[in-house]
């Protein structure tokens, strides 16, 4: 069947599915007098009707359906949509009849008696019902084609006899592929980020060797998160537009904007005075804008080492382009009474949106207010460049309290969603959805429960729906939509929390100030971090689990004294500092996000916090919204019913064993799989245990992909990596050498393959119990079994893999600077861990030679050696009797309690420390023994008493380990 028409339909079918006959028709109106004619014949009043018929493979009955479709005005023939599908059943009748002229009307004008002159004579009506249980569905509709409407009318028969004369079991499903919007062909909105970044196996049923699950649900979420995938990259365009965000959060403490703000506005540069910016505002008084001393040392004294080893993206001193679009966040914008009620004036707001704006210099007139929402003290305020603001649309707001009651607006959120397509394209793109949310959870230390419970409170009840509008002033207004679908606030492309969250330190207020005046001062900020409430329930999955926030090197934002007493550093002496305002951000993988800076400026002190800035970079992938959602309406038809087949799906794998040969502590080993599709059907696959007890694999290993989908014929590569971190090596070095594993890879309705996985483990000192390396009777490598020690009495007093690193450092170092200034550098610490687990010599500097990676090496070597012992040096249940010593005798008596192979390792790893505080750095003229025992202690407190994981015992004030140790080092 050729033809353009005949050609278009098909290409929206299946394989499974013929076209047997197509007519295009018109779509009638029932005249006042019962005239029936044809409406305007534009592309709105057309339609096609297509004969559709389809083979059961496992039973070969064929069923058959009437499409109606419809075209789209202004499109191409190719450019058809499924209106509606009805079966060819026992509830299906048709008719057929000559069209009724209209009645000649003499009165009418020229035109129209013209036309109705001029009706064509071959013109009928085909009359279409469908009987449902509560109604009967009818179409009325014109053809002028004679000959095509026999064929339909001829096939229409032919498959409705076949149906009634074979009364086989017919269920139709496969018109749910024309009946059914697939939420794949519209993308009207983002799949639910926290879904989206869910490891796919996760969303499976659970599933192992001979059980394998619900293979045809497994088939369902694959073929889902495939064809969305794979749609964007058919859509992709191969370019892509970047867009520069600047977000900031502020605890405005209800005061108005009374100085300058162009510090948290503009682009992040230390010397603000050569940035290029011009500010509006008059003079401030010297005082008000001098920086926190503290917070600029900080700064220089981390610069690339701290803050570079904790994000290496992250650089705060990064020249930034001017923003495209920035998004702030107030709290404690309306500190008032009345204001509880949730208060409508915009006073405030019109006084910080005009503060904003003026901050900005001479940049100011590049901007315009985009949109705004306030609730009570809670406002988010969206700034965008005048040449960016038709690239915005489709904003939407929401609020939601959280406060008195938990209804109260004293507390809470209010957020602002946009969509975000790039100006200057010749197809229409996909928008970018980005979602902003300022917050503020409930307050003091205590609360941390609380301030979970918020999160996921706000998290649900933030909700952007139809009734939202624009604010009268935004530039929103122009672009409203008229129908909206609710959404919740994670189905985004990327989501911002620019917040006062309120999480706190969860230490004593003494020893916060002290880590934070104390030598190395800032350089205690990673420490402190470790008892940041944020932190902790980000790692336990509490609240805010997948959310990014990059290193924080600037000093806490809160609280800052504000006509009260303050310490040194200008916090308020009754108010323990925490870093309560932050921004995180959570973002599809489709859309690659880089933050260029995150810090604090403390130049700005109108209010008790400190306001805090993030500059982020989206590089936004140019996508054909009408390809993506063609290509995804074809792949959806092309892999339906996969689950419903009678074919099964084969794969060809290769090899089928894999041999990593010897396995060593850190180091990784990767190997691949090749996988291919040789059968007649599109294939799921996925990785299962081989028993429900049992995981996918080893904790040693990881395969990568998990599960996926391949159609006939394709192929594709499975990477499986091995890689000993401390935990799985404290169970291997108690385990014979030989590593045998079986993968288990499942086709979904199919069979099961096997795939044979060996390697040599390689013994190591490194995760181990200091009790087992002091019975040990050679070096760990030449062990022939993980039971090989030597009887109780012949033991020796410490672990010779820890002497004979405190014996190097105490030959070769004189300089202390040697210990902590070089780059560490993984190939001389792989070679260390060799020589420790062989009973090899360590490289000896040469006479003259620098010798300062070796020297950062092997003292590296010694913490992660400390770091990876199964217990701690310092046993977890002396922890808390350590920080009750007072002096010096008294910690040496302590040491009595100690298990015997703890108390020779401290004892010789003390005395070591002792002897390097006591040498001169070059630099200086004399000794600093207190503060280089200081900066020692700092280091090694962390890992001789590391903190009980498990919960058993509280973990103690790293201060107090801190001043335990100076008792035998300082």
């Avoid at 096609?48 to 009437?66: C, F, K, M, P, Q």
């Avoid at 989206?196 to 394998?212: E, K």
Wanted: with cysteine.
């Amino acid at each position: 069947m050729n033809g353009i028409m005949e050609a278009a339909i098909q290409s929206l079918l299946r394989s499974s599915e013929n076209l047997k006959a197509a007519l295009e028709v018109e779509v009638t109106q029932l005249q006042e007098r019962g005239d029936l004619s044809s409406s305007s014949t534009d592309d709105r009043s057309r339609r096609i009707l297509a004969v559709v018929s389809h083979r059961r493979d496992y039973v070969g009955d064929e069923e058959g359906s009437v499409l109606i479709f419809k075209r789209t005005p202004g499109r191409s023939i190719e450019d058809l949509s499924v209106e509606v599908a009805y079966p060819i059943s026992g509830s299906f009748s048709f008719s057929v009849a000559q069209a009724r002229r209209k009645t000649l009307d003499l009165r009418a004008s020229g035109g129209e008696t013209a036309a109705t002159l001029g009706q064509s004579r071959s013109e009928l009506t085909l009359t279409i019902k469908y009987e449902l249980a509560t109604e009967i569905r009818s179409h009325t509709l014109i053809a002028r084609d004679t000959r095509k409407l026999q064929s339909f009318t001829a096939e229409c028969r032919r498959l409705k006899d076949m149906f009634t004369r074979h009364e086989f079991d017919a269920d139709f499903s496969w018109l749910s592929l024309y009946t059914q919007e697939s939420s794949l062909k519209s993308f009207s909105s983002p799949i639910d980020l926290r879904m989206v970044n869910l490891p796919l196996h996760t969303r499976l049923s659970p599933a192992s060797a001979g059980l394998p699950g619900d293979d045809a649900d497994d088939i369902s979420i694959v073929r889902e998160n495939w064809i969305y995938n794979k749609a964007i990259e058919e859509a992709f365009t191969g370019s892509s537009a970047r867009l520069l965000i600047r977000t900031g959060t502020f605890n405005v403490n209800g005061k108005m904007p009374s100085q300058d703000l162009s510090p948290w506005l503009r682009p992040t540069k230390r010397n603000s005075e050569i940035s290029g910016w011009i500010s509006p505002l008059k003079a401030i008084p010297p005082l008000d804008i001098l920086p926190n001393p503290v917070d600029e040392q900080m700064t220089t004294s981390l610069g690339a080492s701290s803050a570079t080893l904790a994000h290496a993206s992250l650089n705060n001193d990064a020249k930034v382009s001017d923003p495209d679009l920035l998004v702030l966040g107030f709290q404690e914008l309306d500190l008032s009474t009345e204001a509880l009620l949730y208060a409508t004036s915009t006073v405030k707001e019109d006084a910080w949106v005009e503060a904003i704006l003026a901050g900005l210099g001479e940049r100011g007139i590049l901007y315009e207010k985009l949109a705004s929402k306030q609730l009570v003290g809670m406002l988010i305020v969206a700034i965008a460049k005048k040449s960016r603001l038709s690239c915005f649309s489709d904003i939407r707001f929401s609020t939601a309290g959280a406060g008195i009651m938990g209804i109260m607006g004293n507390k809470g959120a209010t957020a602002i969603r946009m969509s975000y397509t790039p100006l200057g394209q010749e197809i229409s793109p996909s928008p970018t959805v980005l979602t902003f949310v300022n917050a503020h959870l409930a307050a003091f230390d205590e609360m941390v429960e609380r301030r979970n419970f918020d999160f996921h409170d706000l998290s649900r009840r933030l909700v952007f729906d139809q009734t939202d509008e624009p604010d009268s002033n935004s530039y929103a207004n122009t672009a409203s939509e008229t129908s909206r679908r609710p959404v919740g606030l994670f189905e985004s492309d990327v989501l911002f929390w620019m917040v006062y969250l309120n999480y706190r330190i969860d230490l004593a207020d003494g020893d916060v100030r002290e880590l934070l005046t104390s030598f190395p001062g800032p350089g205690n900020v990673p420490l402190l971090l470790k008892y940041d409430q944020l932190k902790m329930a980000i790692a336990s999955g509490k609240a805010f689990a997948e959310f990014s926030e990059h290193a924080i090197t600037h000093m806490p934002s809160y609280r800052y004294a504000s006509n009260t007493s303050e310490d040194s550093l200008g916090y308020d002496r009754k108010r323990k500092p925490a870093w309560t305002d932050r921004i995180l951000h959570m973002s599809a993988r489709s859309v690659p996000v880089t933050q260029r800076s995150y810090c604090s400026h403390p130049q700005i002190t109108l209010s008790d916090h400190r306001p805090v800035s993030a500059d982020f970079d989206l590089n936004v992938s140019i996508v054909d919204k009408q390809k993506r959602e063609i290509a995804a309406s074809k792949l959806y038809r092309e892999l339906w019913g996969v689950e419903h087949s009678s074919k099964t799906p084969k794969i060809k794998l290769q090899p089928v064993k894999l041999d990593f040969g010897k396995i060593y502590y850190r180091r990784l080993i990767r190997q691949t799989l090749s996988i291919q599709n040789n059968g007649q059907i599109p294939c799921v696959y996925r990785f299962v245990t081989a028993n429900a007890e049992q995981p996918i694999c080893p904790q040693w290993l990881k395969i990568d992909p998990v599960v996926g989908l391949l159609r006939p014929g394709e192929s594709s590569t499975i990477t499986v990596t091995v890689f000993v971190d401390n935990s799985s090596a404290s169970r291997l070095n108690l385990l014979p050498p030989r590593l045998d594993f079986t993968l288990i890879l499942h086709t979904a309705l199919g069979k099961d393959h096997f795939i044979s996985v060996t390697g040599e483990y390689q013994y190591t000192c490194f995760a181990n119990k200091l009790a087992r390396l002091t019975r040990l009777p050679c070096p760990v490598r030449s062990m022939k079994s993980p039971n090989d020690q030597v009887p109780a009495q012949q033991l020796v007093n410490a672990p010779r893999e820890i002497m004979r690193l405190i014996n190097w450092l105490m030959t070769y170092v004189t300089d202390p600077s040697d210990l902590f200034n070089g780059l560490i550098e993984e190939s001389i610490c792989i070679n260390i861990r060799e020589c420790l687990d062989t009973g090899d010599q360590f490289p000896s500097p040469q006479s003259g030679e620098e010798h300062g990676p070796l020297t950062t090496a092997i003292v590296s070597t010694l913490v992660q050696l400390l770091d990876s012992l199964v217990d701690p040096v310092v046993p977890s249940y002396l922890h808390a009797r350590c920080l009750q010593m007072t002096s010096r005798d008294e910690a040496f008596e302590l040491l009595d309690e100690f298990p015997p192979e703890s108390v020779n390792v401290w004892i010789s790893l003390t005395a070591f420390l002792h002897y390097m505080s006591l040498q001169k750095l070059p630099s200086q003229s004399s000794t600093n023994q207190a503060e280089m025992a200081e900066k020692l202690a700092t280091i090694f407190a962390s890992v001789l008493l590391r903190d009980d994981l498990t919960g058993l015992y509280t973990p103690v004030s790293p201060i107090g380990k801190q001043k335990f140790l100076l008792h035998f080092v300082g």
